[in-house]
């Protein structure tokens, strides 16, 4: 079997573009690749790319010069962690505190 690589992209959909803009852009220091009122793509650190779109958004076929892109959504609760450096860790809570995001818990993986 040929080898995995890294992910590339995570998609996420939501129901308040501002709202989520305001979140990974202002928040979390996501670099804006591109924004559209159907979606709007992060750069996230350099090493990968964040995909948010609008709820309902992509449920019809989209013809790019690239490509026809399929029908794609999602509803329901969604997930996505970011890697931070231990050493890092109260410096954003802080950061998070300042922005007003509660902090739901703490886990400690074996990994």
Same mark, same amino acid.
């Given at each position: 079997?040929p080898?995995l690589?890294?992910?590339?992209?995570?998609?996420?959909y939501?129901?308040?573009?501002?709202?989520?803009?305001?979140?990974y852009?202002?928040g979390?220091g996501g670099?804006v690749l591109l924004?559209t009122p159907?979606?709007?793509? %992060?750069?996230?650190h350099?090493?990968s790319?964040? /995909?948010?779109?609008q709820r &309902? @958004? #992509? %449920?019809?076929?989209?013809e790019?010069?690239g490509g /026809?892109?399929p029908?794609? &959504? @999602? #509803?329901?609760?969604?997930?996505?962690a970011?890697a931070?450096?231990?050493?890092?860790m109260p410096?954003w809570?802080?950061h998070?505190?300042?922005?007003?995001?509660?902090v739901?818990?703490?886990v400690?993986?074996?990994?």
């Amino acid at each position: 079997m040929p080898k995995l690589g890294r992910i590339v992209e995570t998609a996420l959909y939501v129901n308040d573009m501002a709202r989520a803009r305001a979140f990974y852009v202002d928040g979390l220091g996501g670099r804006v690749l591109l924004d559209t009122p159907r979606l709007l793509a %992060l750069d996230i650190h350099g090493e990968s790319v964040l /995909l948010l779109f609008q709820r &309902g @958004a #992509t %449920l019809a076929p989209l013809e790019t010069p690239g490509g /026809l892109v399929p029908p794609h &959504g @999602a #509803t329901g609760v969604q997930h996505l962690a970011f890697a931070v450096a231990a050493a890092d860790m109260p410096e954003w809570e802080r950061h998070l505190a300042a922005i007003g995001v509660a902090v739901e818990s703490r886990v400690r993986w074996p990994r």
